[in-house]
């Protein structure tokens, strides 16, 4: 499974665009990149999901580049309840970000959004 | 959407019992359930893999005879901790796979927090 590296958090305001940004170097060719949310002391919820170029749902928007070694989570005009950890997952298969077997998750990015 | 459970939400107990936590799948059949361990302010660390009607397999580290896990049916996983000790004390997660849709997506369930006095 491919490594993935985020900061570690991030802050911003209600109302605001936040992007938080995934680096996957080693990614495979039959990697996707499948981000989840998780809020203290409740299990984590998935996202998006994307292969390559943009993918957008009612939730976020994921944006990866031609090499697929990064991927962006856009976060439209948050709110206070957007304040979460959000976790960049790669791996093959569909929406399970390591295949076969169960997630691998990073650090994530501690996301903390102000009034 | 797919919903899956996890009983009970929080439980305390003292070193050296055993803890039983369920895991069901309310509204779909899941053949492969997952079971994930997190210390605060860390991340979900997989312990082990639930296949039903098999053995479950588990990440190295993980002591099997120490979390039994049982899938005995398609809709409920159970990991019970035995011999509990404070250092056991964590937030327990499950995830299941639908069967019927053929995706590799895993729903979580709500996680279940294990105080070991």
């Known amino acids: 499974l491919a490594k993935t590296t985020q900061p570690i958090s991030m802050d911003s305001y209600e109302g605001q665009e936040v992007n938080i940004t995934c680096s996957h170097n080693n990614i495979a060719t039959n990697d996707y990149i499948t981000w989840y949310q998780q809020f203290p002391s409740q299990g984590p919820r998935f996202i998006i999901q994307?292969?390559?170029t943009k993918v957008t749902n009612e939730v976020a928007s994921l944006f990866i580049p031609a090499d697929r070694k990064s991927s962006t989570l856009s976060l439209p005009r948050v709110s206070l309840s957007d304040t979460a950890v959000y976790y960049c997952?790669?791996?093959?298969?569909?929406?399970?970000?390591?295949?076969?077997?169960?997630?691998?998750f990073g650090k994530g990015t501690h996301l903390i959004i102000q009034p | 959407g797919a919903v899956v459970s996890q009983h009970p939400s929080w439980v305390i107990c003292k070193s050296g019992t055993s803890v039983k936590i369920e895991c069901r799948s309310l509204?779909?059949?899941?053949?492969?359930m997952f079971w994930y361990r997190q210390f605060p302010k860390q991340s979900l660390m997989l312990m082990a893999t639930s296949n039903e009607g098999s053995k479950a397999t588990y990440e190295q580290g993980v002591e099997k005879d120490k979390f039994l896990i049982n899938h005995a049916s398609l809709t409920l996983s159970t990991l019970t901790v035995t011999s509990a000790h404070p250092e056991d004390s964590s937030f327990y997660i499950c995830?299941?796979?639908?069967?019927?849709?053929?995706?590799?997506?895993?729903?979580f369930g709500p996680g279940t927090r294990l105080t070991v006095l």
């Open positions: 994307g292969y390559k």
């Open positions: 997952l790669v791996g093959d298969g569909a929406y399970s970000g390591g295949g076969a077997d169960g997630l691998t």
């Open positions: 509204d779909f059949q899941a053949t492969t």
């Open positions: 995830s299941a796979r639908d069967r019927g849709t053929g995706s590799n997506e895993q729903f």
